[in-house]
Each structure stands twice: as C-alpha cells, then as structure tokens.
C-alpha cells in the first residue's frame, strides 16, 4: 500500500469522525420533552 493511499484513509477517518462527533453533538444539545412554537402559520407542537 503506498504513502498516498495510507494518507487518503487516514482522512477519510477522520472526516467520518468528526461528522459524527458534530452529528452526536446536535443530537445531545437538543431539548428534551415538547416544544411548542406560535407564530404566523398558528401553533407547533412537536414532542422529543
């Protein structure tokens, strides 16, 4: 296997980690329970 290749998987790993640290990041940030929003379009409920 060459240099070149080794240094493509290599940042190929690493890319998939951190999209997945990002995506596990906004999956803990958001709120537990329901939300409820009001605006124009009348009211939102949306339970986690």
């Known amino acids: 296997m060459s240099r070149n290749t080794l240094y493509l998987l290599l940042g190929a790993l690493i890319v998939v980690v951190v999209g997945f640290a990002i995506y596990a990041y906004q999956q803990e940030s958001?709120?537990?329970?329901?939300?409820?929003?009001?605006?124009?379009q009348g009211i939102s409920v949306e339970g986690n």
């Open 30 to 40: 958001q709120p537990d329970g329901v939300q409820i929003e009001l605006n124009e």
